[in-house]
């Protein structure tokens, strides 16, 4: 069955850096878009960053653009975030997310459990 | 990019129907037929329940639909259970490749 497991995430003080990764079982991984979608403590989800299923398209939020890079190693089924120059409000659990049923690609059919990133000095 | 707007929070009685709306613009929900909608309950990840405005992933009840009219977008919730009560989001892709979430609706099963 579908499996994504993500890690990474952990403390960092303002202005710091984190790389996020997610490994991904039960699928044809190369295949399928993959996404980041973070929800900050008690608050509602937001869309994070897009990976087109072999790297060539990459989108993201204008919250992160120009801070966040994802890339994918579709040898090693993973996915990942690296996150620089972070803020206090980058402060969330992020979960990656993999495209399904829907041809725009941007319905997630399976989500990972998620990893916390809390951004504090 | 604002998000898209949903009511805060519905409630129901058990076997009753409540629908949850999701306005957009023309950008986003008026402008694509690419509307999804999620369930999340407390402390773990979202589940899909449709997407592309109307359909259901396998396995998930027709006792929810979805609907659109012009740039607002409806979650119906028919025959209410217990088990109903959760957070719903929804989504829209929008014009520059990017998506947007719906700020979240609370639904209680009175």
């Known amino acids: 069955q579908v499996q994504l497991v993500e890690s990474g995430g952990g403390v960092v003080q303002p202005g710091g850096s984190l790389r996020l990764s997610c490994a991904a079982s039960?699928?044809?991984?190369?295949?399928?878009?993959m996404h980041w979608v973070r929800q900050a403590p008690g608050k509602g989800l937001e869309w994070v960053a897009f990976i087109r299923y072999d790297g060539g398209n990459k989108y993201y939020a204008d919250s992160v653009k120009g801070r966040f890079t994802i890339s994918r190693d579709n040898s090693k089924n993973t996915l990942s975030l690296q996150m620089n120059s972070l803020r206090p409000d980058d402060t969330a659990i992020y979960y990656c997310?993999?495209?399904?049923?829907?041809?725009?690609?941007?319905?997630?059919?399976?989500w990972g459990q998620g990893t916390l990133v809390t951004v504090s000095s | 990019q604002s998000a898209l707007t949903q009511p805060a929070s519905v409630s129901g009685s058990p076997g009753q129907s409540i629908t949850i709306s999701c306005t957009g613009t023309?950008?986003?929900?008026?402008?694509?037929?690419?509307v999804s909608w999620y369930q999340q309950h407390p402390g773990k990840a979202p589940k899909l329940i449709i997407y592309d405005v109307t359909d259901r992933p396998s396995g998930v009840s027709s006792r929810f639909s979805g609907s659109k009219s012009g740039h607002t977008a409806s979650l119906t919730i028919s025959g209410l259970q217990a088990e109903d009560e959760a957070d719903y989001y929804c989504t829209s892709y929008t014009n520059g490749g990017t998506l947007k979430f719906g700020g979240g609706t609370k639904l209680t099963v009175l």
């Open positions: 997310a993999k495209v399904g049923y829907s041809s725009s690609s941007y319905t997630f059919d399976h």
């Open positions: 023309t950008s986003d929900i008026g402008g694509y037929n690419f």
């Open positions: 039960g699928f044809a991984f190369s295949a399928y878009g």
